[in-house]
């Protein structure tokens, strides 16, 4: 059987992570902390974590023409990703997303979109593919008309949360949110035709239709280092197992488990796994 095509039109941006023993305040000033570079964006993120698991990938996006995109895309284009629907913007500059890490794991974040929101509806390209994988870190206009223009099986994973006309619900297979983003979106997650996951990080995951609970997992117990891209490995884990027809408890499993493992490196691309290694931890 050959790999699931999944196709994924959202953002790339460039991560400056700086890691430290705990998260500022408000108004506070943490110092001591050791500072990386890793590629990122939720777009990107969620591309290369669904090669790496072993799908037919490509990725539809925005960079700037900088240095910043040179080190963005690096793991994109070793890992095979198809990026030939990606454009250059020659005035805005490749994504950034500034992120503090502590020491448990935790983080949190800022980005600054650039390049990313040029991707608009206009620009947009949806090649043949049997899924679509949607985010919000693009132009929220650019999603809508995304979702409703594609054929295939549609992946809505509302992050960062944000306000959509509910047609976009309506025009999405699966939608994906963490605990924070299914209480800003209330009723109107389970309003939707298609199946709803929620995370509910340590604690597991849930997946629901029309608010009835189908399935629940947990994930293996593991030592946390970074959650960063934790949920964008789980949002791709997810995808790749349901067009592979896992029933969804089996499903749900396995991208609680592609999860935990992304939470065991530092960054996120970086931290990514392969298909081995979720199924070694999947394995009694």
Request: glycine residues 8%.
């Amino acid at each position: 059987m050959s790999a699931p095509r999944i196709a994924v039109l959202g953002s790339v941006n460039l991560d400056i992570v700086a890691t430290g023993a705990t998260l500022p305040a408000p108004g506070e000033t943490v110092t001591n902390a050791v500072l990386a570079q890793h590629p990122g964006g939720k777009g990107a993120n969620q591309a290369l974590a669904a090669r790496r698991l072993g799908a037919t990938v490509s990725l539809s996006a925005r960079v700037g023409r900088d240095a910043n995109a040179d080190a963005a895309l690096r793991l994109l284009r070793e890992a095979g990703v198809d990026l030939s629907d990606l454009r250059e913007d020659d005035a805005a500059p490749t994504g950034v997303a500034l992120i503090a890490v502590a020491a448990s794991g935790e983080n949190q974040i800022v980005v600054a979109p650039g390049a990313n929101l040029t991707l608009t509806p206009e620009a947009m390209r949806l090649p043949r593919a049997d899924a679509l994988i949607l985010q919000l870190e693009i132009p929220l206009e650019t999603v809508a008309a995304a979702a409703r223009a594609f054929t295939g099986y549609t992946v809505l994973n509302l992050a960062p949360a944000a306000a959509l006309p509910p047609e976009t619900f309506a025009d999405a297979d699966l939608i994906v949110v963490n605990e924070g983003e299914a209480a800003f979106y209330g009723a109107a997650l389970h309003a939707a035709r298609g199946l709803v996951a929620i995370t509910y990080g340590a604690n597991g995951a849930a997946i629901f239709q029309n608010g009835r609970k189908l399935a629940e997992a947990a994930p293996p117990p593991i030592t946390p280092v970074d959650t960063t891209g934790a949920g964008d490995t789980f949002v791709a884990a997810l995808t790749l197992a349901l067009l592979e027809k896992q029933p969804p408890e089996t499903a749900l499993r396995f991208a609680c488990a592609a999860g935990a493992v992304t939470a065991t490196g530092a960054g996120a691309q970086t931290s990514l796994p392969t298909r081995p290694e979720v199924e070694a931890i999947l394995t009694p």
